[in-house]
């Protein structure tokens, strides 16, 4: 993972989207936790003062892991008299991340703060019991007693473009677990001499075709977001990337479909590599608010006055 990381925080844009696609493609849980190292970075870098971003900068210099937790157990973790109480679940990344921050509240009081989380005696592995994402070294992480450090005002973890703004990067993760899948895929056909088969091809073909399609959609979506489009037109950047987010989950189903079929029952076993990738690509894909993240692009792009013209080309 440090290996994985190393630089990254100095990849532009495009760079970004590419090497979080390149990761995907090879391992979903490594990219799972780059992502969250890289959102991390860009919490402290946009919301921090400058003591924090200091601290980042020499911390990234000693290869410090980071992580963003936001999932809540019940009751949610909550700051009293300056000591956290409660767990946060689906937390990845527990005993290689150095340093996570966690979300406190919600809404318009919601706060962040960066903790150590490097302590095992917090880390509960045995409550990730999924089925995919095994590697992600993900369960919950308990808050008890901690005294973290703020970052950033009330409520700045949502402000746009830095929160939904930001789900293209993991567009860029599921595309590339997608194409990972479609490699896997072709190379048990090519074992089996099967690769040129009409019926594989008329089921994988068009998965095919629609990644590479929607590859420079999350680009301009990577773009636009971290870029003084997205400064200006924050809603916009926010819309232009859940809307990647969506497609590459779609795209990510179809391509698990068709590898089922093609592939058969062979990628059932549970030691099976192509399985394994698409019971990981399966759970990655299943992120939270899909459908208020759906009603949120379509109402943008088809209520407005201007029509759908008006998002296929860039504002200036």
Request: net charge negative.
């Given at each position: 993972m440090r290996d994985a990381a190393a630089g990254i925080d100095a990849c532009a844009p495009r760079a970004l989207a590419r090497r979080l696609r390149d990761t995907?493609?090879?391992?979903?849980s490594l990219a799972r936790l780059l992502e969250g190292h890289v959102n991390a970075i860009h919490l402290i870098d946009?919301?921090?003062?400058?003591?924090a971003r200091l601290r980042l900068r020499a911390d990234l210099d000693a290869g410090v892991l980071y992580g963003v937790w936001g999932a809540d157990a019940t009751p949610p973790v909550c700051v009293r008299e300056g000591?956290?109480?409660g767990v946060k679940c689906f937390a990845s990344g527990l005993g290689v991340v150095d340093r996570a921050i966690v979300t406190v509240g919600r809404g318009e009081t919601q706060r962040l703060y960066v903790v150590d989380a490097t302590d095992p005696a917090r880390h509960d592995l045995a409550a990730w019991n999924m089925s995919g994402m095994q590697a992600s070294r993900s369960g919950r992480f308990d808050c008890g007693g901690l005294r973290g450090e703020p970052l950033g005002p009330l409520g700045c973890y949502t402000a746009e473009p830095?929160?939904?703004?930001?789900t293209w990067r993991i567009a860029a993760v599921a595309l590339g677990g997608a194409v990972g899948l479609l490699d896997r895929c072709a190379d048990v056909l090519r074992a089996r001499d099967q690769i040129g088969a009409e019926a594989h091809m008329l089921r994988l073909?068009?998965?095919a075709l629609r990644i590479v399609s929607a590859w420079p959609a999350i680009l301009r979506a990577a773009q636009i977001s971290t870029g003084p489009e997205g400064a200006s037109h924050p809603d916009r950047a926010a819309v232009l990337s859940v809307s990647m987010r969506l497609l590459s989950e779609e795209l990510g189903q179809d391509c698990i479909r068709a590898a089922e079929r093609s592939?058969?029952?062979?990628m059932f076993a549970d030691d099976d590599t192509t399985g394994r990738h698409a019971r990981d690509l399966a759970c990655y894909l299943r992120q939270a608010r899909r459908d208020a993240f759906l009603l949120q692009a379509g109402s943008a792009m088809l209520e407005g006055a201007g029509g759908m013209s008006e998002w296929l080309d860039d504002h200036d």
């Open positions: 995907g493609k090879i391992d979903l946009v919301h921090g003062d400058d003591h000591q956290m109480h830095h929160f939904v703004g930001g073909a068009p998965v592939v058969g029952l062979s």
